[in-house]
T-cell receptor, first 114, second 111 residues
Framework: EPEVTQTPSHQVTQMGQEVILRCVPISNHLYFYWYRQILGQKVEFLVSFYNNEISEKSEIFDDQFSVERPDGSNFTLKIRSTKLEDSAMYFC????????????FGEGSRLTVL | SQQGEEDPQALSIQEGENATMNCSYKTSINNLQWYRQNSGRGLVHLILIRSNEREKHSGRLRVTLDTSKKSSSLLITASRAADTASYFCATEPYNNNDMRFGAGTRLTVKP
């Protein structure tokens, strides 16, 4: 069964460092998302991406964050200068060829900022 | 905010009992979805109900949607220990495609 894969599964970084989280969405999907979840808390929307551009972003997704689909398969989330409060699980999700369908989630990347 | 708010935050029941979780939201939606998350894992889609539907079934799951009250409920019948997980509702607003999730209901089913 097709699945969304995320790497790394866990990354530890120093405050102020840049981090890139990678995702390989399901191949025929067109809508891509990043969410984050601070331990035990709610799943927070960061950004949605369609047709090679951001379609929606939340107030969390400030200038420190960026997304890219560099090669038609990978979908990356970059945090330019990490803060302690960026420590969380980051989930990538992809959706099929219509808005409002089921989202398929990866297993997440745990980011720990020291 | 648009995201759904689940209620209760935590629910503990015995195996075989039914579990009911509720979700409220604030604005017009295209659809509402329920997801499940095992501890430390990704979310898994359970069921989608469209704004023009009132009830939907899938196996032991029953979802209702009341758009006049902006609320939904998820019923899991004959619960099993393996149903222990967090359950999230997610709403897709009418005019955009960002799916917003609530804080979830943590369900514990005791064997």
């Amino acid at each position: 069964e097709p699945e969304v894969t995320q790497t790394p599964s866990h990354q530890v970084t120093q405050m102020g460092q840049e981090v890139i989280l990678r995702c390989v969405p399901i191949s025929n999907h067109l809508y891509f998302y990043w969410y984050r979840q601070i331990l035990g808390q709610k799943v927070e929307f960061l950004v949605s991406f369609y047709n090679n551009e951001i379609s929606e972003k939340s107030e969390i997704f400030d200038d420190q964050f960026s997304v890219e689909r560099p090669d038609g398969s990978n979908f990356t989330l970059k945090i330019r200068s990490t803060k302690l409060e960026d420590s969380a699980m980051y989930f990538c999700a992809s959706g099929g060829n219509r808005v409002g369908g089921e989202l398929f989630f990866g297993e997440g990347s745990r980011l720990t900022v020291l | 905010s648009q995201q759904g708010e689940e209620d209760p935050q935590a629910l503990s029941i015995q195996e075989g009992e039914n579990a009911t979780m509720n979700c409220s939201y604030k604005t017009s939606i295209n659809n509402l979805q329920w997801y499940r998350q095992n501890s430390g894992r990704g979310l898994v889609h359970l069921i989608l109900i469209r704004s023009n539907e009132r009830e939907k079934h899938s196996g032991r799951l029953r979802v209702t949607l009341d758009t006049s009250k902006k609320s939904s409920s998820l019923l899991i019948t004959a619960s099993r220990a393996a149903d222990t997980a967090s359950y999230f509702c997610a709403t897709e607003p009418y005019n955009n495609n960002d799916m917003r999730f609530g804080a979830g209901t943590r369900l514990t089913v005791k064997p």
